[in-house]
């Protein structure tokens, strides 16, 4: 039988840095999440899957039209 951890490659161990590592990436995740951070790439997949003929907005005309159109419906807001 062999010691713990000598035949397991360092990454898969993990430890205490690992843990952090993982840790910090969740929150990058859960917070790009919250925030809106994936919805451009979602639409520009959405439009490419179900309107092909539609043009593609850049992605500061994506925001710049849900922000105009959050103003005017100000009901699907929180605040």
Avoid: K, Q
């Avoid at 039988?1 to 993990?14: K, L, N, S, V, W």
Wanted: glycine share 10%; net charge positive.
């Amino acid at each position: 039988m062999t010691e713990p951890g000598i035949d397991t490659p360092r990454a898969a161990r993990g430890g205490p840095g690992r843990a952090v590592l993982r840790g910090a990436r969740a929150m990058v995740w859960y917070m790009n999440s919250i925030l809106g951070g994936e919805d451009y790439a979602r639409y520009v997949e959405h439009l490419r899957r179900n309107h092909p003929d539609r043009p593609l907005p850049s992605e500061r005309e994506y925001w710049r039209d849900r922000h105009d159109a959050a103003a005017r419906n100000p009901g699907t807001r929180c605040c």
